[in-house]
């Protein structure tokens, strides 16, 4: 049944529950996208710098599957494994959601990601964080992105608009979009259209600081995704204790 979404001030009634969003979910919503975003961004440069696939930016893999037979990218078995375990993931745990009561839902989002990142963890140490060969790169690619593909339904969207966690290729488009019709656009929906621009910058931003960190870390790679593992665990400690909507019409 249709759970009561907020959307910019308004009440939509057509919205799953399924569709996570960060301001019915979490008592701090900003903080909880930021911490996300970041950490996808940290481990998506990671996995990319120390296995050469990405574990989050599945489009960056579908290029290197095409790349690899041409010649262009030798390891892109590694982008295959990550790109199937990704969609595995997110189909799972958001199969799991729908079926979750509501005000659990994040929780368990949030749980099985913590899970697939200790896996991730105990095998990135076990394989060397990759420097065995391909074979170990398939596997730790695809256990970075059975965590990732699940995080990616922690929420999928900040006071009614999309901002994905784990890919931004959407983010840029709908920023772009958001943008002109905040300076171009009709006075009725300039607020929102800046409101959405903000958070889609903010989400860039965020990915962009995560690389940063990411290509740090990877210097000291055997515990990378156990910083990752404790970094989600403090969304535990953001969650709303009773799953009540949050103030959608004040994205701050």
């Known amino acids: 049944m249709p759970l009561l979404h907020t959307d910019g001030g308004r009440v939509n009634r057509s919205a799953p529950y399924g569709s996570a969003d960060s301001y019915r979910e979490f008592r701090h919503p900003l903080a909880a996208l930021v911490l996300a975003v970041v950490t ?64 659990a839902a994040p929780l368990v989002d949030i749980a099985v990601t913590e899970a697939a990142m200790v896996i991730w963890t105990v095998l990135n140490l076990t394989l060397a ?58 006075a009725a929906g300039r607020g929102r259209a800046r409101r959405g621009t903000l958070l889609g910058l903010l989400a860039l931003v965020s990915y962009s600081v995560g690389g940063a960190v990411g290509t740090l870390a990877q210097h000291r790679p055997r515990w990378v995704p156990l910083w990752g593992t404790l970094a989600l665990a403090v969304l535990i400690l953001l969650l709303r204790r009773h799953g009540r909507p949050g103030p959608a019409s004040r994205p701050g």
């Open 40 to 103: 996808a961004g940290a481990l998506d440069a990671f996995a990319f710098l120390r296995y050469g696939a990405f574990v989050a930016n599945q489009s960056g893999n579908a290029i290197f599957l095409g790349m690899g037979p041409a010649g262009g990218h030798p390891t892109w078995p590694v982008s295959a494994a990550s790109i199937v375990a990704f969609a595995t993931a997110a189909g799972l745990v958001n199969l799991l959601r729908r079926r979750t009561r509501p005000t």
């Open 129 to 186: 964080y990759g420097r065995d060969g391909t074979a170990s790169r398939v596997l730790l690619a695809a256990a970075g992105a059975v965590a990732m593909g699940s995080l990616t339904t922690v929420a999928s969207r900040t006071a009614g608009i999309a901002t994905p966690i784990t890919y931004q290729s959407d983010t840029t488009t709908k920023t772009g979009e958001r943008a002109a019709r905040w300076l171009f656009g009709p």
